[in-house]
């Protein structure tokens, strides 16, 4: 294991932090390989808008304490952790307070698919939610703007091994998404490790 220095993106009413080399590459590329090919991915329909359409990208819940996790109209309920996942999540556990009970994992199979604008903030969460997200596979986009001051946004390049807190009371504040893009880009694995109260 090798981290790099932890690079704060001091936005105001955040606290948002990245780690660019939190896994090296080589165990990055292990992890991908093993989380594609052994995950029971999912394509569930989403609701948005009063619109219900496929999810534009596959998930999967894991978790040790059997809490579902909603949002967009879809209860997921958790298979439990890998010995691989719980790897991951004690790494990421030395950089914080928290002891992480649930991991959100998203496939991003192409530039089609994507995360639109939103904010974890469901009440799951709890007030101040700590979101902990690693990206395994190709690099993408994260975009960031503020609630109300349309003038703040923020575009970061989340690469393979990269690890994005965001904690405090980011969620109130930001909304985040991963964008579509023409671009050909080659998969990307998120996993994104939470508290579920």
């Not at 808008?49 to 579902?68: D, H, I, S, V």
């Not at 010995?83 to 991951?88: A, T």
């Not at 690099?139 to 946004?153: C, D, E, I, P, W």
């Not at 904690?167 to 579509?180: D, N, R």
Request: proline residues 4%; hydrophobic residues 35%; charged residues 25%.
């Amino acid at each position: 294991m090798f981290y790099s220095e932890e690079t704060p993106l001091n936005l105001p009413d955040s606290d948002i932090s990245y780690f660019p080399n939190f896994f090296s590459k080589t165990e990055a590329h292990a992890f991908y390989s093993s989380i594609l090919n052994e995950t029971n991915w999912k394509q569930d329909n989403i609701t948005v808008y009063g619109k219900t359409y496929e999810q534009p990208r596959l998930t999967a819940l894991f978790g040790n304490n059997n809490k579902p996790y909603s949002y967009s109209n879809i209860t997921m309920r958790p298979e439990a952790f890998t010995g691989l996942l719980l790897k991951i999540k004690s790494k990421i556990e030395t950089k914080t307070d928290a002891k992480f009970t649930t991991c959100l994992a998203n496939l991003y199979r192409d530039g089609n698919d994507s995360n639109s604008w939103h904010a974890d903030n469901e009440k799951e969460l709890g007030k101040n939610p700590i979101i902990a997200s690693v990206t395994l596979g190709a690099a993408r986009y994260f975009n960031l703007k503020h609630k109300n001051v349309k003038s703040l946004n923020q575009k970061l390049l989340l690469e393979n091994g990269s690890l994005l807190l965001m904690q405090g009371e980011t969620q109130h504040h930001w909304l985040h998404q991963i964008a579509k893009t023409k671009k050909e880009v080659k998969p990307r694995i998120n996993l994104t490790f939470r508290v579920i109260r």
